[in-house]
């Protein structure tokens, strides 16, 4: 089993910042990308930005240039660094990791935290 632990949500008035840290534990071989999501009240769970293995990236537009996200290999985790806080960033956020349990398995699967509450005030 692999188990995802966020932290770091809460409130922040509009122009702040927030840090989110994700922690990946358990049974597994390797990490493939690791990446945050979040979803909104009445919305679809939405891509933020994403990292792989290697540190190559990828953000939401709406999210470039504000959010830049980060991971430690060696500690298994993953950290979102929220600047220009928005009231319509408020969400909550979950993180993602795509683990390889075994060397035999051929394919990663995804893992996900429980989510944090970030919540942007105006």
């Known amino acids: 089993q692999v188990h995802m632990v966020e932290s770091g949500g809460g409130l922040v008035q509009a122009g702040g910042s927030l840090k989110l840290a994700c922690v990946a534990s358990?049974?597994?071989?390797?990490?493939?990308?690791m990446g945050w999501y979040r979803q909104a009240p009445g919305n679809q769970r939405e891509l933020v930005a994403t990292?792989?293995?290697?540190?190559?990236?990828n953000y939401a537009d709406s999210v470039k240039g504000r959010f830049t996200i980060s991971r430690d290999n060696a500690k298994n985790t993953v950290a979102l660094q929220m600047n220009s806080l928005k009231p319509e960033d408020t969400a909550v956020y979950f993180c993602?990791?795509?683990?390889?349990?075994?060397?035999?398995?051929?394919?990663?699967?995804?893992?996900w935290g429980q989510g944090t509450q970030v919540t942007v005030s105006s």
């Open positions: 993602n990791a795509k683990v390889r349990r075994h060397w035999s398995e051929g394919v990663s699967y995804d893992f």
């Open positions: 990292i792989t293995s290697g540190g190559s990236t």
């Open positions: 358990g049974n597994f071989v390797r990490i493939n990308a």
